[in-house]
C-alpha cells in the first residue's frame, strides 16, 4: 500500500507539469513545423513536365497545381476559389548562388497585385527558395548576367493601369537581384508614361476648361562588357486639349512642348548599386549614388521642382539636392 502511495505521489506531479506546459509546447511545436514547411515546398519534376505537355486537361491540372503551391507560400488562401482567375507564367533562369536553373513563377491577381515565386532546381525537385511580392501585373521576365557573380538580374516589366478613374497609365521595368535569401530591388525604369489631368487642379488660374496629357517614352538598352550599364534615351511630350469636363479624346490633344534626354545607370560591383554616376559622388562629406535627376522624374512632369539629384547615400537614406552642387565637383 505505502509503494503504491509513492508511486502516486510521484506521478501527480509529472503529469500536472506536462499539463501545464502543454499548449506551450503545442504553440512551440506549430511554429517549428511552419518554419521547417516554408522551405520544404516543391515542385516535382513530373509535375513541370506534365504542365510543359501537349495534353491539355493534364496541363491544366498542373497549372492548378502550382498555382496552388504558390498561393500555400505566400498565404494567399482566398484566391484558392478564383484559379482560374490567375494569370500563370512560368520562367527558368539563374537567378541564385544555388547550382542549376531556378524555376520562376509569375503569378498575376488583378490590375494592382501580381506575385513571383522562385524555386531551385535541387537535382530532385523544384524547392522553394524566394518571393517577390506587391508587384502589379506582370507582362514578362528576363534576365541579365550581374558582373562577377556566376547568376543574373531579374528583370519584371510590368504594367500600372489607372486610366480608368485616375487617368494614369505607365511601363515599367524593376531589377531585382538576389541577396541572402531575398531579391533586393535594384531599379526602377519607365518605358511608357502618361498621365491627364485638368490644368486647374494644378494650377488654379488655368482655363477651366483646358486639360494636359503628359507622356514620356524610353528606350532601355542593356549594354554587357568587363562591366554593366543600362543606357536610357526618351522623350518627354506634353499635349493641351479644351473641352467640358468629359475627358478630351486623344485626337482633342494638340503637341505644346517637346524635349529629348539621354543617361546612363551604372553598375557599381563593390558596393552593388546602380548610379547615374560612373563613379559615387559626395555631398557635404555623404557618399552616395545619383538614382534620379527631376528633370526626367515622372512624379515632375508639371516642373514642379527642377534642377534637383535624387541621391541614395551609402546608408541607405535617400536626399534630393541641387544639381549645381554635384556638377561643381565633377568639373573640379
Known amino acids: 500500500m505505502k509503494k503504491i502511495i509513492i508511486v502516486i505521489l510521484i506521478i501527480i506531479p509529472i503529469i500536472s507539469m506536462v499539463l501545464l506546459t502543454n499548449q506551450d509546447f503545442a504553440t512551440l511545436y506549430t511554429s517549428a513545423i511552419e518554419a521547417i514547411s516554408i522551405n520544404d515546398i516543391f515542385i516535382p519534376y513530373n509535375l513541370l513536365e506534365q504542365y510543359e505537355g501537349d495534353n491539355p486537361t493534364k496541363k491544366k491540372e498542373a497549372e492548378s497545381e502550382i498555382k ?18 490567375i494569370d500563370l507564367k512560368v520562367y527558368k533562369g539563374n537567378v541564385s548562388p544555388q547550382q542549376g536553373d531556378e524555376l520562376i513563377v509569375a503569378l498575376n491577381f488583378s490590375k494592382d497585385l501580381a506575385s513571383i515565386c522562385v524555386f531551385s532546381d535541387n537535382g530532385q525537385n523544384y524547392s522553394f527558395i524566394g518571393k517577390i511580392e506587391n508587384l502589379l501585373p506582370i507582362n514578362e521576365i528576363n534576365f541579365v ?24 497609365y505607365e511601363n515599367f521595368l524593376e531589377i531585382f537581384m538576389y541577396n541572402n535569401e531575398d531579391f533586393d530591388k535594384m531599379l526602377k525604369e519607365t518605358i511608357v508614361y502618361e498621365e491627364i489631368f485638368k490644368s486647374i487642379w494644378i494650377d488654379e488660374s488655368s482655363p477651366d476648361n483646358e486639360w494636359i496629357k503628359n507622356m514620356k517614352k524610353n528606350n532601355i538598352i542593356f549594354v554587357e562588357n568587363e562591366n554593366l550599364y543600362i543606357n536610357v534615351t526618351g522623350t518627354k511630350n506634353k499635349y ?5 469636363n468629359s475627358i478630351p479624346k486623344n485626337t482633342d490633344f494638340k503637341l505644346v512642348e517637346s524635349s529629348s534626354y539621354q543617361y546612363k545607370y551604372f553598375w557599381n560591383k563593390e558596393l552593388e548599386r546602380f548610379n547615374r554616376s560612373e563613379d559615387i559622388v559626395t ?6 549614388f545619383i538614382v534620379d535627376d527631376s528633370e526626367t522624374d515622372n512624379k515632375n512632369l508639371c516642373g514642379f521642382s527642377k534642377n534637383k539629384y535624387k541621391l541614395l547615400t551609402t546608408s541607405g537614406k535617400i536626399i534630393y539636392i541641387d544639381k549645381d552642387f554635384i556638377d561643381d565637383n565633377k568639373n573640379h
Open 240 to 244: 493641351t486639349a479644351s473641352t467640358s
Open 145 to 168: 548576367k550581374i558582373p562577377d557573380k556566376e547568376y543574373d538580374f531579374l528583370i519584371a516589366y510590368q504594367t500600372a493601369d489607372e486610366r480608368l478613374g485616375a487617368f494614369y
Open 283 to 288: 555631398f557635404h562629406n555623404t557618399q552616395g
Open 68 to 85: 496552388n503551391i504558390c498561393l500555400n507560400i505566400l498565404e494567399y488562401p482566398n484566391w484558392q476559389n478564383y484559379l482560374d482567375y
